[in-house]
């Protein structure tokens, strides 16, 4: 799918293609509402809305993204609406609703606080700054049954993020993995990501991986 891209805006890379695969292959609920949490150019809430979602919210901090997934969508008269907010706080801000579904493919880069954060990305030291509000606040957004899939790296730890969506009362599993070589982000910070521990000496890849959190019990 060829997508307008306004300057700054996240270009959908291998973690939007993992997380399109595992939604695809999910499937998205017949004539459901989806949110897209972080969505830049609008590219996951277009393939929602074009597999049958009856609505989808496209959600993001930027208003140049939101005005590209707007227009992309547009172009395509398909039925996405868009909505400013952090990913981070979303289950905290004016009521977006329920959903079927959750897509979300939040800033996990760790970051090492020096010069000046990139918000496509940057995370806080240990990449967690979004991920971990995210999921505390997930259980706000999913419907009877609804289900969320958010992609990340292993290097900001699944394992913590599977811990703290159980913890808020949902089913976890990982759907897909990939492995990748580091982009240039990584590249530049592998002395960083060495001394704080969370890659090996010499390593020169990742693993991008898809964790499903179901609702098994009604909400309140």
Known sequence: ?????APGVYRPQEDTHLLCDAMLAAPVPARGRVLDIGTGTGALALRAARAGAAEV?????????LATAWVNARLRRLPVRTRRGDAGEVADRPPLGRFDLVLANP???PWPGEGRR?????????GRAVLDPLCVGMPELLAPHGFLLLVQSTLC??????????GSGLKTSVVARRHLPFGSVL????????RAGLIEPGQREEELVVIRADRTKPSA
């Open 157 to 166: 730890g699944v394992d913590r993020t599977e811990d703290r969506l159980r």
């Open 118 to 126: 990139c918000l496509r990305w940057d995370a806080g030291p240990d």
């Open 107 to 109: 800033p996990y880069v």
């Open 187 to 194: 590249r530049g910070r592998r002395a960083y990501l060495e």
């Open 57 to 65: 919210v496209a959600l993001d901090v930027s208003r140049r993204a």
């Open 1 to 5: 799918m060829v997508l307008l891209r």
